[in-house]
């Protein structure tokens, strides 16, 4: 069965400084993975997806994400963080079922905060 | 421009209630999800569907059912609530047949049993 781990539940950073959030994976099958923001009080967004082309994704804002399947894992970064990146932030996996659907897994949500 | 739309974005219960939470998507996407999110533990799947009358158990279905009689219609439905179920609700939507599409999320219910 598929499952996601988000090894942080809250980073801070300050404005300018690197962002790394870390996450890590279990699948069965060739799974895609995402990450989704959520912003205080709005929708969840998707940042970024990987689907098995390159192994380093670019997302909106700045944001890449590398797929490393020795590790099992698929850590966000970003250069230099913004005040505007303050939000939560959601690893997923989408992996098959025996039956042939799909199921979306999400992460338990890494809070990140950024100090000016 | 897509959209998933949750009938109520405040829902206040009593125990022992039946509640519906009612979400419908306008871009004839085949799949379709609900979850709870709660501090702490992100989003966990209750149910999904992927094709009218079609639904498959989540990770936590218990207390909860569903219905799909029409593929823009995705019902979430507590039998009898509990204070347990005090929580935000999602509903999801993404087209058929890969595993790589993004998901389409409505605004939220905030249900609260008292």
């Known amino acids: 069965a598929q499952s996601v781990t988000q090894l942080d539940s809250h980073v801070s950073v300050s404005e300018g400084t690197p962002v790394l959030l870390r996450c890590n994976y279990s699948s069965s099958y060739s799974p895609s993975l995402f990450w989704y923001v959520q912003h205080p009080n709005k929708g969840l967004q998707l940042l970024l997806k990987?689907?098995?082309?390159?192994?380093l994704v670019k997302g909106i804002n700045g944001f890449e994400a590398e797929f490393k399947k020795s590790e099992t894992s698929f850590h966000l970064t970003k250069p230099s963080a913004h005040m505007s990146d303050a939000a939560e932030y959601f690893c997923?996996?989408?992996?098959?079922?025996?039956?042939?659907?799909?199921?979306?897994?999400f992460g338990t949500g890494t809070r990140l905060k950024v100090l000016a | 421009d897509v959209k998933v739309t949750q009938s109520s974005r405040y829902l206040v219960k009593r125990t022992g209630e039946k509640v519906f939470l009612e979400c419908v998507q306008d871009?004839?996407?085949?799949?379709m999800f609900w979850y709870r999110q709660d501090p702490g533990l992100g989003l966990r799947l209750i149910y999904f569907s992927y094709d009218v009358k079609m639904k498959e158990k989540g990770d936590i279905p218990e207390g909860y059912s569903v219905s799909r009689e029409k593929k823009e219609r995705f019902s979430l439905i507590l039998e009898s609530a509990s204070t347990n179920q005090t929580s935000m609700y999602l509903c999801?939507?993404?087209?058929?047949?890969?595993?790589?599409?993004?998901?389409?999320f409505g605004s939220g219910t905030q249900l609260s049993v008292l």
């Open positions: 999801a939507s993404s087209p058929s047949g890969n595993v790589d599409e993004k998901l389409f």
């Open positions: 871009m004839d996407h085949e799949n």
């Open positions: 990987y689907t098995s082309a390159a192994t």
């Open positions: 997923v996996v989408s992996d098959g079922n025996t039956s042939g659907t799909y199921k979306y897994i």
